[in-house]
């Protein structure tokens, strides 16, 4: 018998860039604890990555501590992956995009983390529950 | 993230080894920006052994080869692994720097 039961990963980071290594070292853990594929790795890790250090650095307007709170559930066909924070509130979905066909000289220096993010996973969504952010990453797994 | 410089021919080969994340990005862009203040007009970036880029570091190569342009300097980046090349095609980056299977494809010219 095939066991069914979705898996998920909860992990609490404070908003620190610090914290970065213990993202890592969770979704490096996910191969073996989830069974994912190791190539996922690295593209799950950047697109978290850009999520968590956006809200660090742009979420907060005070100097208190705050959790930042990642769960990653595997379901049958795909991975997802909620962000959620208490700042304040913020779409990252409605950034414009960069240009990337621009020449060299046009381009602007940074801007690309939430690009990234939409061009990695194959749904990115966000809704604003009980004063919180929430951002729902999903990841469709192929097997 | 640990950055190694060679001579080979006129050439400054640039090794990256490691993670180009947010963590590694400051040090990172001043050991970049050192290597800039020294004037070289032909430099390679060895990316064999670097394992991860994220947009910190990605930002980091845009300047490097804004600085070149300005100097009208050569800057080439070789054995970008698989999963770094796809980041590159994503963010449009493929288009914006030369990028070369080896260092010895990059060496020659």
């Not at chain 1, 979420?59 to 379901?75: G, L, M, Q, Y």
């Not at chain 2, 963590?23 to 990316?47: F, N, P």
């Not at chain 2, 300005?70 to 070789?78: F, I, P, Q, Y």
Request: proline content about 4%.
């Amino acid at each position: 018998m095939m066991e069914n039961d979705d898996q998920t990963y909860t992990l609490k980071l404070s908003n620190q860039l610090g914290e970065l290594g213990r993202l890592q070292e969770a979704l490096e853990s996910l191969p073996e604890t989830m069974d994912l594929p190791p190539t996922l790795v690295m593209p799950l890790n950047l697109a978290m990555e850009e999520a968590f250090t956006n809200i660090v650095n742009y979420a907060f307007d005070d100097d208190n501590p705050h959790t930042i709170e990642v769960s990653i559930t595997k379901h049958e066909r795909e991975l997802v992956i909620s962000i959620v924070d208490d700042g304040r509130p913020y779409n990252p979905t409605l950034k414009e995009d960069p240009d990337i066909d621009l020449p060299v000289e046009d381009r602007k220096i940074g801007g690309l983390g939430i690009f990234l993010i939409k061009k990695i996973m194959d749904d990115v969504a966000y809704r604003r529950e009980n004063e919180k952010n929430i951002l729902m990453l999903t990841k469709k797994l192929t097997q | 993230m640990n950055v190694t410089r060679t001579n080979i021919d006129d050439y400054l080969v640039v090794g990256l080894q490691g993670r180009l994340d947010t963590i590694q990005a400051d040090a990172v862009e001043k050991t970049m920006l050192e290597i800039l203040d020294q004037e070289h007009t032909r430099i390679i970036l060895d990316c064999k052994e670097m394992d991860y880029i994220s947009s910190s570091g990605l930002r980091i190569l845009l300047i490097v080869q804004k600085r070149m342009l300005a100097v009208s300097g050569t800057l080439k980046l070789c054995n970008l692994q698989p999963s770094i090349q796809e980041i590159f095609d994503i963010s449009g980056f493929s288009m914006i720097f030369t990028i070369l299977p080896d260092l010895k494809t990059a060496l020659k010219d």
